[in-house]
């Protein structure tokens, strides 16, 4: 669902069941990665534009366990850098290396 809520600053807002399961995905997540719901996978796993990797049942809170997937690659879609060098920094804890430019 999503509509205008709030009267003195109204704004946009999206609920429901499927940012829940967003929200899921991606706490359940790692970093740097894109993990996908199982009805997500249904509908592009036979799309040869999309590579995905089995990660395995997670549990879902108030979901119970689900089967998800790695979103590996896109054919059209190249990503050099999708975080500032501080982000990598911190995500990289310990690590010496910068992204690439």
């Not at 069941?17 to 970093?31: F, I, K, L, P, Q």
């Not at 996978?41 to 119970?64: C, M, S, W």
Request: hydrophobic share 30%; net charge positive.
């Amino acid at each position: 669902c999503a509509g205008v809520v709030g009267l003195a600053m109204p704004r946009y807002c999206l609920f429901g069941d499927t940012v829940n399961m967003a929200s899921r995905m991606e706490s359940t997540g790692e970093a740097l990665k894109i993990q996908v719901s199982p009805d997500t996978h249904v509908i592009l796993k036979d799309n040869p534009e999309f590579t995905f990797q089995y990660r395995g049942p997670i549990a879902v809170k108030g979901k119970g366990s689900k089967e998800t997937h790695w979103l590996l690659s896109r054919a059209d879609l190249h990503i050099t850098r999708c975080l500032s060098p501080g982000s990598h920094r911190r995500i990289n804890k310990g690590t010496t290396h910068d992204p690439p430019p």
